[in-house]
C-alpha cells in the first residue's frame, strides 16, 4: 500500500461534532483504509480523559467541559492553538503505543526546533516542554490497532483557561506558548511545517491535502 498521508485542514470546528467524525472513521475504517490526520482549531473548551478527575476541573466558568475517550486528565483547547487529529494504522505501520508517542513528540521539537526554540520531552508526563513550561500535550486513543485523538499545540493564543485547570492533571504546571519564544509567527506557517514533521516522523513517504467534509 502507498505511504501517503492524507491531511485535511479544518480551520475552526466544534470539538464534539469533530469527535464524532473520528470515532465513525475510525470504526468505519478496515485494512485498505489510508491513514489521515486532520489539523483543526477549536472554540474555547476544556476536555477530560478517560482517567480525567473532577478536582482538576478547579473554575471552568463559562467554558464547556467534555468528557472524552482520550488518554490522559484535563486539558483545554482554544483558538490559535494547532490540534492535529491522527487517524493512522498503528498495527500497519509496525509502532507499539510508547513508540507513536516518542515519534510524535520528536515531530513537535523538531517543529519548534525550526522556530529556533529548544524543546524536550518527559519520559513520565507525555507532551513537550520548553524550559519547563508545557507547550504541547498528546492525548490518544487506539481501538482495534488504530489510533485517533492526536496533539494540541500551543501557538498564538489566550493561555488564561489554562489557569482554570490542573493542565493534565499538575497542579501549578506553567503552560506556554510558540509565541513567547519565537516572536510574530504565521498560523498557517505552523500547520505546514507540522505537516513535514508528521510525514518525516511517522515514515510516510509523502503527503496529499483531502478535500470533502469528515461526516
Known amino acids: ?45 476544556f476536555t477530560q480523559g478517560q482517567a480525567g478527575k473532577a478536582e482538576h476541573l478547579l473554575l471552568p466558568g463559562d467554558i464547556p467541559v467534555v468528557k472524552s475517550d482520550r488518554g490522559g486528565q484535563v486539558t483545554y483547547h482554544g483558538p490559535g492553538q494547532l490540534v492535529a487529529y491522527l487517524m493512522l494504522d498503528v498495527r500497519r505501520l509496525g509502532f507499539g503505543v510508547r513508540d507513536l508517542v516518542t515519534r510524535i513528540e520528536h515531530c513537535l521539537i523538531d517543529l519548534l526546533a525550526s522556530y529556533g526554540v529548544t524543546a524536550a ?76 514533521q508528521l510525514v518525516k516522523h511517522l515514515d510516510y513517504a509523502e503527503q496529499t491535502t483531502l478535500t470533502g467534509g469528515i461526516d
Open 1 to 45: 500500500m502507498s505511504q501517503v498521508l492524507g491531511i485535511r485542514e479544518l480551520g475552526v470546528a466544534d470539538y464534539e461534532s469533530t469527535w464524532l467524525a473520528m470515532k465513525h472513521f475510525t470504526d468505519g475504517r478496515d485494512k485498505h483504509t489510508a491513514d489521515e490526520v486532520w489539523l483543526v482549531q477549536h472554540p474555547p473548551v
Open 121 to 196: 520531552a518527559k519520559p513520565d508526563a507525555p507532551g513537550v516542554y520548553v524550559e519547563g513550561a508545557k507547550i504541547a500535550s498528546l492525548g490518544l486513543r487506539i481501538r482495534n490497532g488504530c489510533s485517533f485523538h492526536g496533539l494540541a499545540l500551543n501557538v498564538d493564543m489566550d493561555l488564561e483557561p489554562f489557569r482554570r485547570i490542573n493542565p493534565c492533571g499538575y497542579a501549578g504546571l506553567a503552560m506556554t506558548q510558540l509565541r513567547d519564544h519565537a516572536g510574530p509567527i504565521e498560523f498557517a506557517e505552523v500547520g505546514a511545517r507540522l505537516r513535514t
